[in-house]
């Protein structure tokens, strides 16, 4: 069957199957599928006045299966259009999926290169492709498919997800592998993205960071390059960056810092793109191990609200939700300065069936005692501070459904005032502190929509102001 075919055949599915998902669990302000299942982000590239978002894709339901491309855009992060699917997997070298990758721009050209997969011998055969599109909607594969057949030495068959980006008049393509048990980026080299030479391992894991590398991103970021890969083999599963210098003509990364991007448990699979004058990110809002109860109604995945990185003046990574989404706050819900001391406030109640909601909690640590303080929303969502040892945690041990633990990052010393920023959506809570990636992302499934937030403080003072904002997409 055509490509075409295949396209219009897949996007037909997801159509009958919008027809019949049901909204538990549906998000307010992320973006997720119209039916059925998705992972990675792809191809996260601004063209033609869009930011468009690829993304990978079932169409034919709601658990992982041979991978199409899904495609979305905006203009503003708040509003996504939905575009026909950009990718099926249609020829020999890709008839088992269209696995993850990325794409570029050239002469009004948008490039998407992939990794197609078939299989042989009971092994999965892993290659490097293209396809071109003049309109950004309708895509046709490179007749000289597949571009990269075999994987080098270094690396093995796990040999995917290429990353590809322009440095001084060049085109560069990062790969993910591994062997004898170490991640590994493999490094390639065009002068037209259609021909690639191998320039060797651009990094490597230590022997603790994973097996295999998936999904990496190495880019310029303020004077520093940074990595961002995802790590097989490791427990718990997390996704590693680093802060570096990058050799181009050796094709080498010297990584001078190691961090943990995201610590909650459901993130995974990042990829950013340089839009117009900043570096942004999106990754896949799930896991791999985790309950997925929506696949119940006809969908699964989704992907995290988009954030910006930055270097701050000692280059160690930050990370922000886009200024943009102060367009989601629709009602002001609760707003008042706090004093509580070894108590509880009990605020009014709030509903997540209609709206997801915003909690900007401010802290005046001059005038904090308390060894703990913070948020509790209910079911299984408990957002707090340990002053002890200064970290911000997410509790989700007693939640009814989803990731259940404790999972927390570290906060910046010495500040006077302390910002908390927490998204809550109809299955999901992504928490943003002060400090050196302080992100905390996790899918959670509240038996009721309805919440009751309460601020704590344990052992002395907490002086506070607290905002609650219901948010809303508009459009």
């Known amino acids: 069957m055509s490509h075409e075919r295949m396209l219009r055949r897949a996007d037909l599915r997801v159509a009958e199957g919008a027809a019949k998902v049901t909204d538990t669990f549906r998000l307010h302000y992320h973006l997720m599928p119209p039916a059925h299942w998705m992972n990675d982000p792809n191809g996260l590239v601004y ?27 905006t203009k503003d992060f708040i509003t996504w259009e939905h575009l026909p699917m950009a990718l099926a997997p249609s020829e020999d070298y890709d008839a088992g999926g269209c696995f993850s990758g990325s794409a570029v721009e050239k002469d009004g050209v948008l490039h998407l290169f992939y990794t197609g997969v078939r299989e042989e011998g009971g092994k999965l055969i892993q290659v490097q492709c293209l396809a071109t599109s003049r309109d950004g909607i309708r895509f046709r594969k490179d007749h000289r498919n597949p571009l990269i057949t075999n994987f080098p030495p270094e690396g093995s068959v796990d040999f995917r997800d290429p990353k590809v980006w ?76 680093a802060v570096g210098e990058m050799d181009y003509e050796v094709g080498k990364f010297q990584a001078e810092t190691w961090g943990e991007l995201d610590k909650g448990p459901d993130f995974y699979a990042p990829q950013t793109f340089f839009g117009t004058d900043r570096r942004i990110m999106l990754a896949w809002m799930q896991s791999w191990e985790g309950e997925i109860p929506s696949q119940k109604h006809n969908w699964a995945g989704a992907l995290t609200l988009p954030r910006e990185l930055m270097l701050d003046s000692a280059r160690r990574l930050q990370i922000r939700p886009l200024p943009e989404l102060k367009r989601l706050r629709a009602d002001l819900a609760f707003a008042s300065d706090l004093v509580l001391q070894g108590e509880t406030r009990i605020l009014p109640s709030c509903s997540l069936q209609e709206r997801g909601l915003e909690a900007v909690l401010r802290v005046d640590l001059a005038g904090t005692s308390a060894a703990q303080f913070g948020i509790a929303f209910g079911e299984g969502i408990r957002v707090g501070v340990a002053k002890g040892d200064w970290r911000v945690y997410l509790d989700t041990t007693r939640a009814s459904r989803g990731h259940r633990g404790r999972y927390s990052c570290k906060l910046s010393s010495g500040q006077e005032k302390l910002e908390i920023r927490i998204f809550l959506d109809r299955s999901s809570v992504e928490l943003f502190g002060a400090g050196e990636a302080a992100c905390l992302t996790a899918r959670v499934y509240p038996s009721s929509p ?15 102001s607290l905002e609650l904002w219901s948010l809303s997409k508009r459009g």
Not at 193 to 221: N, R
Request: aromatic fraction near 14%.
């Open 450 to 464: 309805e919440l009751v937030p309460q601020v704590f403080a344990r052992g002395g003072v907490l002086k506070a």
């Open 47 to 73: 063209f033609q006045g869009y930011y468009h978002v690829f993304y990978q894709h079932h169409p034919y339901g709601p658990q992982w299966g041979p991978m199409h491309w899904g495609h979305a855009r």
């Open 166 to 241: 322009q440095h001084g008049g060049k085109w560069y393509m990062a790969l993910g592998s591994g062997n004898d048990g170490r991640g590994k980026v493999l490094l390639y080299r065009s002068n037209d993205l259609s021909q690639w030479d191998y320039m060797g391992v651009a990094a490597k894991s230590d022997g603790t960071q994973g097996t295999i590398w998936e999904c990496p991103d190495l880019f310029p970021l303020g004077d520093k390059h940074v990595l961002l890969v995802s790590p097989m083999g490791t427990e718990p599963r997390r996704v590693l960056y």
